[in-house]
């Protein structure tokens, strides 16, 4: 099978443009939906893989088989497994709230009842959240991954789950409008998936720092790379983005070359103690900043 033509299928909607980001070393075949893959480590073994995420021992054979592996008790480190997700023991994960700042609510989908978000709630799988004018909200996710979603901004948590014991973790975002920065696994956990989507862009990363940001007509999406590269697809053409650059991917519009971003601007620290707010700190001008 071709995942990129599930990707098509599923995220091309109305000539939408579909952006596929990943870090180099992730193959495609993780993306597929309806499986995902475990990095064998020094000393795992079938039957005790099979033990740990599959929901029956009766697997283990079948994963033999589909994995192609010839001695279940000897598994070279490093060998990707395929892991159907209907033979995968899953377990809701969640989302905590690290932080908030000003007005953000949260809404149930299921029961569409709407709150003002507290620090320390986990939110769950189906939720979605609003920020407000100058208000911002910071979560952690159960592999470690952090997402700061800034003011105006819509993002619903389509999927959050766990596997096994809750050492593997597969996240899906989808951001409607605003902006949001990420730090994604960066205990760098095997086999966690972590993808965020705007109406123009997928991104799906692995152990990276990124910034991602959709107009609210859904016309374009702008992905930055503050920390690891991707490789972006779309419709056939491949950029590859490394950290320090960026890209701004437009529905009907090839992808265009990355862009490098600018230097982070200088920060004058003050010579004395400050105790009072307000606290004003000087930044220098940036070339090429508005």
């Known amino acids: 099978h071709n995942p990129m033509e599930r990707y098509k299928k599923i995220y091309r909607r109305g000539g939408s443009v579909l952006l596929i980001a990943l870090l180099l070393t992730l193959p495609l075949s993780d993306s597929v939906a309806d499986e995902w893959v475990y990095r064998v480590r020094a000393g795992d073994n079938l039957w005790d893989l099979t033990e740990k995420y599959m929901l029956s021992m009766r697997y283990w054979r079948r994963l033999q088989k589909l994995n192609a592996i010839d001695n279940p008790r000897r598994i070279p480190p490093g060998t990707r497994l395929r892991m159907p997700l ?6 809701p994960a969640g989302a905590r709230v690290v932080d908030v700042q000003g007005q953000v609510q949260v809404t149930d989908a299921r029961s569409g009842d709407s709150r003002q978000l507290e620090s320390g709630e986990v939110l769950k ?6 920020t407000g004018a100058d208000s911002n909200v910071l979560l952690e996710f159960d592999d470690g991954s952090r997402l700061l ?12 789950q766990a596997y096994g014991d809750g050492d593997v973790t597969d996240t899906r975002l989808r951001m409607d409008s605003g902006r949001s920065e990420s730090a994604v696994n960066p205990e760098e956990k095997r086999g966690s998936r972590f993808e965020m989507s705007t109406p123009s862009a997928l991104t799906a ?11 609210k007509d ?12 991707v490789q972006v697809d779309s419709a056939g053409a491949v950029r590859n983005l490394a950290d320090g650059f960026g890209l701004l991917a437009q529905q009907g519009k090839p992808l265009p070359k990355p862009v490098k971003l600018l230097p982070p601007p200088s920060l004058q620290a003050p010579r004395a103690l400050i105790e009072e707010n307000p606290i004003q700190l000087q930044l220098d001008a940036l070339s090429g900043a508005s």
């Not at 799988?125 to 609003?130: C, I, K, R, T």
Request: net charge neutral.
């Open 86 to 91: 209907t033979w995968s023991k899953i377990n």
């Open 125 to 130: 799988e189906s939720d979605l959240l609003a």
């Open 149 to 160: 979603l800034t003011e105006d901004s819509r993002l619903a948590l389509d999927k959050v």
């Open 205 to 215: 990363v692995r152990g990276t720092g990124f910034r991602m940001g959709g107009d």
């Open 218 to 229: 859904g016309s374009a999406s702008r992905i930055e790379v503050l920390q690891g590269r």
